[in-house]
């Protein structure tokens, strides 16, 4: 596996934002500004244990170069949460990537549809404080059990983003939650959705919205859909490398990230589930089977992402 840079913070600031979930605010260990991202970015985290995780950034970029993330205990944890919350402390030195962004606010948006579900609210939080912050037309919709669990309930009830916030408590006033299906309705013109939270949150979300155009609707997953996790077997066939004018075989039990590494090829892989968009590369995206949870359908025909994807015939060409 090829190592992208990597970067080292000092735990500034840990905080219970719920039961589950803490804050971790993480600072240059010199005072210096860390590298400088928009709302909607992650970095991985390498953690003690060996373990190494992606969390979204969930505070806007600023001027302090600071960056704050959320990390919920999960019961059936593979390591990496419990490795977080039991043994990170204030004070601590940990690795990180350079942020990363899969998830980014649309440019060609005039009103912005925001749906969080849990602790999927840390990067749409950072998304509606950089939209605030320009005057943009938006609504964030965040869906908890109950005000204990809901995560930055500070941040989120700032005078700036008050105006903006429609929240769904499961435990709550029932004139208050929201109906998904009555939301998402009817589409208002060059209006983006953007949505991050659990599995089943998502596939309600994604039911809800089915009629509206695919490249409208933008989501960060935290796994694999269930039933989903892109099996990265298949039928074997040949990467064309464009621009070095070789072949190269891709066996039916090895990924193409896998393929490219046994030749010598550098390709960064992270969550390798097509999650996070670290293995993305220029390519015929129309000759790919997509396998991935990042891309858009549009970005889909010019791009692949390697740790998942494979040819839908005997070969696929990438921009490499």
């Known amino acids: 596996m090829s190592l992208e840079r990597t970067l080292t913070v000092r735990v500034e600031r840990i905080s219970r934002q719920t039961p589950e979930i803490l804050a971790f605010e993480l600072a240059h260990p010199w005072g210096r500004p860390l590298p400088g991202y928009e709302a909607g970015a992650h970095i991985d985290v390498h953690m003690p244990g060996g373990f190494s995780r992606q969390y979204s950034l969930a505070r806007a970029p600023s001027g302090s170069g ?85 995560a930055f309930a500070e941040a989120l009830h700032a005078p700036a983003l008050a105006p903006h916030l429609k929240l769904h408590l499961d435990q709550g006033d029932a004139t208050q939650r929201i109906d998904l299906r009555a939301l998402l309705a009817e589409r208002a013109p060059d209006t983006h959705l953007y949505v991050c939270g659990p599995g089943g949150f998502m596939q309600a979300v994604r039911e809800a919205a089915a009629h509206w155009p695919e490249d409208a609707l933008h989501t960060e997953y935290f796994a694999a859909p269930t039933g989903t996790a892109a099996a990265t077997t298949g039928l074997p066939f040949t990467l064309k490398l464009a621009r070095r004018g070789i072949e190269v075989p891709v066996a039916a039990d090895q990924t193409a990230v896998d393929a490219l590494h046994e030749v010598g090829i550098d390709i960064p892989v992270s969550c390798q589930q097509g999650l996070c968009g670290t293995c993305v590369v220029e390519g015929d995206g129309e000759g790919a089977e997509h396998r991935d949870f990042c891309l858009t359908g549009t970005e889909r025909r010019t791009k692949v992402a390697l740790c998942c994807s494979r040819a839908k015939g005997l070969d696929l060409v990438l921009q490499l």
Do not use: W
């Open 66 to 150: 600071g960056y704050v993330i959320g990390v919920k205990r999960e019961h059936a944890s593979r390591g990496g949460s419990a490795s977080m919350h039991e043994r990170v402390r204030e004070g601590d030195l940990i690795a990180i990537s350079a942020p990363r962004n899969t998830f980014p606010l649309r440019a060609e948006a005039r009103r912005h549809l925001l749906l969080a579900g849990g602790i999927g609210m840390t990067p749409l939080l950072a998304m509606a404080q950089a939209l605030a912050a320009r005057g943009a037309d938006f609504t964030l919709c965040v869906f908890a059990r109950s005000e204990e669990h809901l």
